[in-house]
């Protein structure tokens, strides 16, 4: 029996010392396969068990990693880009080797990542909130977050950041702001890593003032009207105690420009379908005008509401009527408030003697079964400052480090 245990025993432990040795395991610390120039990571062959082990590794990376355990780089390059595999040799048995472990492949982007800042609503009264959005490439990948306040530099096209009230290292990808009043920008930055990596900050998001504010600076519209026919002359002129204007636009397609054409404080523009937008005033000091929409109708058979421009005073009178290309003055037009018909009879003007707050919305006209684009009327009260903005990205502004 004594001698059964002692084979038992033997077969045993030849049993342990036959089997194949564990399988390495290629890890990567912070654990992103996805990382930037200059970022920090550890790239380790791990093996189980007690055994001490010499290590080998095996890349087409442009730099191979020296044959320990782990290879830190500490500033990353695309020369670092590539698939990592190890494996390991017994220290004790120089001639038992692992099997080589599966491959992990690390990719190093040159381009640094600037986030995305959203928000939402786009369009505010004032004093509502708003929730800022920071976007980044990789939500998952361990991002921190840090939200500012833009201070532009018109003079310079540059911008300084204040960072905003709790707004360092944030784990959450949102931001509110609350009881947003007046014209501001807001950009954001990503963080993670150790040390910390840091993205480029966001472009500047800035709330541009729909409304006749009581400021220094303001803009009116010839000919007074949200809508315009293509080939339209209409000016833009800038007012105030100010040498030095430019009028801005903001497009459809997310574009920020300056008008091409300004003769003092005049833009003239001869319109096109690329001249539908957002536009307001600036000074050379900084001072900002509120802003108006314009739209340029694309059928130039179809009529265009005329509506005013700027806000409607509560209690105010105003006319709405609807104008052809070749005929300013027409009959029998059909009438829209947020797509309710509310005129259909002979006359071609809608006329409101006292607005109210329950007239304001979209307002479209109909004439001879084609429509006109639909424009908003906004109504302020007699002792509102502002009405509303509009959230745009300043794309041309040039960023400077914080």
Known sequence: MLAF?????????????????????????????????????????????????????????????????????????????GNYR???????????????????????SDNKPRPVLTVSPSWLSPGASVTLNCQVEHPSAGWSFYWYKAVPDLSEKSSSYELLPDGSGTAQDSYIIHGQTHTAGYVCRAGRGDPEYHTDHTLSLHCMLFSDVHSAASLTVSPDRVQHFTSDSVSLTCEGNFTEWRVRKFSEDGRLSDCRRMTGSTCNINTSESDTGVYWCESGSGEFSSAVNITVQNDGNGPILVSPVHPVTEGASVSLSCSLRTQKILSNVFFYHNDKLIQNDTRGELNISAVSKSDEGFYKCQYSGRESAQSWMSVKGQQDQNISCVFVKMILMLEKEH
């Open 5 to 81: 245990l002692k084979l038992l025993v033997c077969l045993l432990i030849a049993a342990v010392f036959s089997l194949p040795p564990p399988k390495p395991t290629v890890t990567l610390q912070p654990s992103w396969t996805q990382i930037y120039s200059g970022e920090t990571v550890t790239v380790r062959c791990e093996i189980q068990g007690d055994t001490e082990w010499d290590y080998e590794w095996e890349t087409n990376s442009t730099i191979k990693p020296a044959n320990q355990n782990e290879y830190r780089i500490r500033s990353a390059s695309s020369s670092n880009s």
């Open 86 to 108: 190890c494996k390991g040799r017994m220290k004790s048995s120089w001639h038992k080797t692992t099997e080589w472990s599966d491959s992990v492949t690390l990719t190093v």
